[in-house]
């Protein structure tokens, strides 16, 4: 695939294997990674590369300082902010590629002022109730799909 379909943005992952499985779904959706802040692991690190297999040459990466670097860069992009602290569910959202789905760390997730900040663009994946989270490779993947599958799978066989 030589467009993107999305774009995939971490900020601040902690767990080099999240960040492989993530490498392999993007190139196995044609989608490119955004790696912003500071990373729990570095670029080298056997785990990411174990987890993310030979796909890591077939995947767009930037690594970025700031997520305000990314959001400056594409400002007539849309940027959707993913967040259990949201209350808009991921499926209320017409995605269209190009769009920039945006994932905190395994553990802190986005900082908050993001979720309010942009509200209207602030995605949740429901949850049983009194769950903390899902695994951050499974949310990337979930709400991917759903973009994906709204746009009629483009680009795929």
Request: hydrophobic share 40%.
């Amino acid at each position: 695939m030589d467009q993107e379909n999305f774009r995939i943005v971490l900020y601040e992952p902690d767990i080099p294997q999240n960040t492989g499985n993530i490498i392999r779904l993007c190139a196995c959706t044609g989608s490119s990674l955004y790696l912003a802040g500071k990373l729990g692991f570095h670029l080298t690190d056997r785990h990411l590369k174990r987890a993310g297999l030979d796909y890591i040459r077939d995947v767009k990466i930037e690594k970025a300082a700031t997520l305000a670097e990314i959001t400056e860069k594409f400002p007539e992009n849309n940027f959707y902010w993913l967040s259990t602290k949201a209350s808009k569910r991921y499926t209320d959202v017409k995605f269209i590629p190009g769009d920039f789905l945006v994932f905190g760390s395994e553990t802190r997730g986005l900082p908050e002022e993001l979720i309010f900040l942009n509200r209207e663009n602030s995605l949740t994946i429901p949850m049983a109730q009194g769950k903390r989270s899902l695994n951050l490779s499974n949310s990337v993947s979930i709400v991917l799909y759903e973009a994906l599958r709204q746009n009629y799978f483009l680009n795929f066989n």
